[in-house]
Structure formats: C-alpha cells, structure tokens
C-alpha cells in the first residue's frame, strides 16, 4: 500500500535533471516504499533507473559492491550479495578499484543512471561521499540515497555536504494522506476515525500497525487512537527526556541502557539512560526484563507497556 506523496514527485525531478539528492526519513516513515514508488515510475516511463538494497553495507566499498551486483541486475530492483569478507576492506585502493570499474560500467555515450540507494542505519558513508566525492562524480550516475533521519549530521559533514546538492525529509502524513492510506486497509463503507494521529505516531507504518492492532482485537479504531493519544499525554507530563527515550522505545523497539545505538541517537551517557528509564517504569510505561546479553551477562532490557483502549 502506498499513498503518493510531494517529496516523490521532488525526488523523481531530481533523478531526471541529475541532481544528487539526500533522502533523510525516520523508522516507518516511508523512505523505502517512495524510493520503490520512484524506481516504478522511471521504469515505466523508461528512464534509466536502479534501486540498490544497501541493507548488508556497512561500509563505502560494501556499498560500491551492492551498487556494481544491482547494475548488473537492473530489473530487480535492488541487490542483496553475499559480502563474504568483502565486509570491512574499505581501504582506499581497493575503493578506487571498486569506482574505476564503476566508470567503465556505462557505454560511451548513455544517458546518466539513476542510483536509488536505500541505506541501513548505522552504515558509515561519509568518508564515501567526502573523500571520494570527486571520483563519485566522474561516474555516469545519479545518486538517490536515502537514509535514516539520523544520518544527517554524519552525511552532512564536510566535505560529503558538498556531494549532495539536494536534501529532502520526508515529513510526516498529513489528514488527507492519512485518510488515503487508512481507506486501503479499511473494510468497504468503514468510516475513518474522527481522530487520527498527531505527531510521533502519523508516519505510515505506524498508521497501518494501529489498524491491524485493532482488527486483531476487535476494538474501535477510535477507542485504540485515543488510548494513544492519553498515553502521549501521559509521557509529556514526564518532560523531555522521558517523552525522547520513550519515543526512541517506540520507533526502535526493546532497548537495554547500555545499547550503543541508543546512547548514539540520544548523546547521552548509560548513567542518564538509566536514570530516566526508572522515571518512565515508576509510571508503569515500560517494564524492564533480565535478559542474557551477547557476551553472556545479564542485562535489564526495556519495552513499552502497551496502552490500554478506553
């Protein structure tokens, strides 16, 4: 299910006139399904376009690898490889080995490419953007890449923040949109609820997980957005750093005040990790379970205590 949006139309535009263009979007906002949406519509109009599945980079010549297997493979749309122990080689010889091939991919003459990339988060690509820019830009394509929202500041940085020369966000749903999208998974003749999402739960994978939730329970769609929207209030009511680490609970799940990542997105240290988690379990909105972690101790992993419909 996909509802069409403005940014897409902006990214297609810039697939055409060869602007590379950064694509920043949170988890579930819907930057996969539009770089997919795009990649449809180039083909269809039978521009030169791939979409390259950077799931399994970690690293420049990881991705200049995925780039290279999806050119070989255009119409699928994407490329998942196995890296082997191509994984973490990213020195800058056998990049430039990777680029040189890249440029003598393309027939003399042919129009630019569309690369529309899809990065993971966590995948370090600065260095390929910045230090490697001007041999980016020697290759007959256009880069597309979308990342995560919390991937600005890194691809951002100079130099790479000279490479892109178009950044677009992908904004939240608006009501019309909202509607759209609810309609295509609503019964025929099934009325949108009077209240829909505000900000934080209004991107589209979320939209669509309240509406399964409800037809697996039985309940109103009404009843279960209003047991949000209480519970969004309860969180405000805790202050900022509760309503930031309960949101980072929301969008990437189950987290131990300790997890990398975590500490990463928020810039905090474990010590304020933990101190807000005990604010947030005191008002009965996580819990905490002891699990064993990698390395075999144990740890205290947090989720969300789910809303109860009123």
């Given at each position: ?66 780039v290279a297997a999806a050119l070989r493979r255009p119409n699928f749309g994407g490329a998942r490889i196995n890296l082997g122990s191509a994984t973490g080689l990213g020195e800058v ?164 005040a300790s997890d990398e990542d975590l500490l990463g997105r928020l810039g905090w240290s474990r010590q304020r990790v933990v101190q807000v988690m005990q604010v947030l379990e005191g ?28």
């Open positions: 299910m996909f509802v069409p949006r403005p940014e897409g139309d902006l990214v297609e535009a810039n697939c055409r006139d060869g602007i590379n263009t950064l694509l920043l979007g949170g988890r579930g906002i819907g930057k996969t399904s539009l770089l997919r949406n795009v990649l449809f519509r180039l083909r269809e109009a039978e521009f030169p376009a791939v979409g390259v599945d950077a799931a399994p980079a970690e690293d420049p010549l990881d991705l200049l690898k995925l010889g056998a990049i430039l080995d990777e680029l040189r091939a890249l440029r003598g991919s393309a027939p003399e003459g042919s129009p630019r490419t569309a690369l529309l990339v899809d990065l993971p988060p966590g995948a370090k690509m600065h260095r390929l953007f910045g230090r490697f820019r001007d041999e980016i830009w020697q290759l007959p394509f256009t880069w597309i890449v979308g990342a995560p929202r919390e991937s600005r500041v890194e691809l951002l940085t100079p130099p790479a923040n000279a490479f892109f020369e178009d950044v677009i966000e992908l904004k939240p749903l608006d009501r019309g949109q909202q509607e759209k999208l609810l309609s295509l998974r609503l019964s025929p003749g099934e009325a949108i609820p009077w209240r829909l999402p505000q900000e934080g739960e209004n991107n589209p994978r979320r939209l669509l997980e309240i509406a399964r939730e409800s037809l697996r329970s039985g309940e109103p769609l009404d009843g279960r957005l209003q047991a949000i929207a209480d519970r969004e209030l309860e969180v405000s009511l805790l202050g900022e750093p509760a309503a930031a680490l309960y949101s980072q609970l929301e969008n990437y799940g189950p987290a131990s008002a009965g909105l996580v819990r905490g379970e002891r699990q064993r972690g990698p390395a075999g101790r144990p740890r205290k992993v947090f989720r969300i205590v789910p809303p109860e419909p009123r």
